[in-house]
């Protein structure tokens, strides 16, 4: 479900994917920022999937607080511009950003918050 | 359309720039995310609007409307009407009134058609970064619908050297277009080109000083770039006490003193994305300066290539200068003790 929906649905939300709004290029930084570490988290703990460093606790603590943090941040930063920009959104949808365009779309269903 | 007034140390501003909703239309460097926002119109109150009205009557000074993507409601129109003023719109506005002034976005090239023909138009041009490389295309789309053209760059921050070269490659193809037109007889504006054939000292935009915000809400500000960003107002507007707004000293020419030793007169001199990139409204980051030098050479050649051709050979030749950026300045000759470079 998309994270904040609160208005009817438009007739026009048939498409699978729509244009519903834009952020300013220092907000998409900031998206971006995040969404690249927890990609980059993600890949090392499958890297590391076999490797002994995994299976140290403070470093397996650190790696799991980090990647907690960001989804926070990630989370907390959609419901932000969300509420200020006032993007429409549907049950089940999701919000996705275009990182080139500034443009946030939102995906019926599918895609997962990001680029 | 109104010009600004450069270099001028104003107390008052000459025009306000009056925001209908909060989601006009960007028409400059900057973007306004809630332009494409789905949610409906946040309208400025007709009574504030109204004020506004009647202190630039009794003032006597100049009103520009920056609309959004909707055609504002019949009471706010009303107040609109008991005034002369100019309209900025987006381009699914374009033709709801004559004479305003269009702002196109690159994404939009592929419907450039609609807009008809029209030798006497202001157009502005909003040139993405992606963008750069289709800018003469886009202006040959554009002949026959504009008498002048403004291009503005977005995404300037984010400029590297190629940016700027494809820019400066750009300019020069658009120059060719822009001599054709003229060899025609068509006396057509574009300000990166043309400008600063015409000029003799600077003219800058001049946020701030000549002119100033008001945002629907009643705030002031220095351009509609900080309204949209979030900076500070630097004032308001209420009908008991008019327009209260103390912008900051820095933004006149005489305080910036890199801009002072420029000769790229037609620069903007965007105070706004000055502040946003070097911390300083008076100090222009690299990315302007180069800019406004690739635009400043495009015009020195164009100058040369229009040759003896009226009215041109009767301006000053532009020197061809041995640097791009001013700041390298600094470095390259005896310290300027007025400045303190």
């Known amino acids: 479900m998309a994270k904040s929906g609160k208005k009817a649905i438009p007739a026009a939300l048939k498409a699978d994917r729509q244009c519903v709004g834009r952020v300013l290029p220092g907000e998409r930084d900031e998206v971006l920022r995040l969404h690249e570490r927890r990609a980059g988290l993600d890949e090392l703990v499958l890297s590391l999937q076999d490797s002994p460093l995994l299976a140290n606790p403070v470093f397996y603590d650190k790696v799991v607080a980090d990647l907690g943090r960001t989804v926070k941040h990630l989370a907390d930063w959609w419901d932000a511009k969300a509420k200020k920009y006032g993007w429409d959104a549907v049950p089940g949808g999701q919000w996705s950003i275009d990182f080139d365009s500034c443009n946030i779309f939102l995906d019926h269903g599918t895609a997962r918050h990001g680029g | ?341």
């Open chain 2, 1 to 341: 359309m109104l010009e600004p007034v450069a270099g001028c140390k104003m107390t008052e501003p000459a025009y306000l720039l009056v925001l209908l909703e909060q989601g006009a239309v960007a028409f400059c460097h900057d973007e306004n995310p809630w332009f494409h926002a789905c949610s409906e119109p946040r309208w400025i109150e007709p009574d504030l609007l109204s004020g506004i009205v009647d202190f630039a009557e009794e003032s006597g000074k100049a009103l520009m409307f920056v609309l959004g993507r909707s055609r504002p409601p019949k009471r706010i129109e009303r107040v609109m009407g008991r005034i002369d003023h100019a309209k900025i719109v987006p381009f699914g506005l374009h033709d709801v009134w004559d004479n305003v002034v269009v702002v196109v976005e690159s994404e939009d090239r592929e419907r450039f058609a609609e807009l008809g023909e029209d030798w006497a138009r202001s157009l502005i041009l909003r040139i993405a970064r992606r963008d750069l490389a289709y800018c003469s295309d886009m202006v040959e789309r554009l002949v026959g619908r504009f008498g002048r053209l403004a291009l503005h760059l977005r995404g300037i921050e984010y400029f590297g050297a190629r940016d700027v070269a494809i820019y400066a490659r750009e300019l020069d193809r658009i120059a060719v277009v822009i001599r054709r037109l003229y060899e025609e007889g068509r006396p057509v504006e574009t300000n990166v080109l043309t400008d600063r054939l015409m000029l003799s000292s600077m003219r800058n935009c001049d946020a701030g000083i000549t002119h100033v915000t008001i945002a629907p809400d009643g705030r002031c500000y220095i351009c509609p770039a900080d309204f949209a960003i979030g900076h500070d107002p630097i004032g308001h507007f209420d009908a008991g006490s008019g327009l209260v707004i103390a912008p900051p000293a820095s933004l006149t020419l005489s305080r910036s003193p890199l801009c002072l030793r420029c000769d790229a007169f037609h620069c903007k001199r965007c105070v706004h994305l000055s502040r946003r990139l070097t911390g300083e409204a008076n100090v222009p980051s690299e990315q302007q300066c180069l800019i406004a030098h690739a635009e400043r050479e495009a015009s020195r050649r164009l100058l040369q290539a229009l040759g003896p051709m009226e009215p041109f050979d009767r301006l000053p030749r532009l020197p061809d200068l041995d640097y791009r950026d001013p700041l390298s300045l600094a470095g390259a000759r005896p310290p300027d003790r007025r400045f303190g470079l």
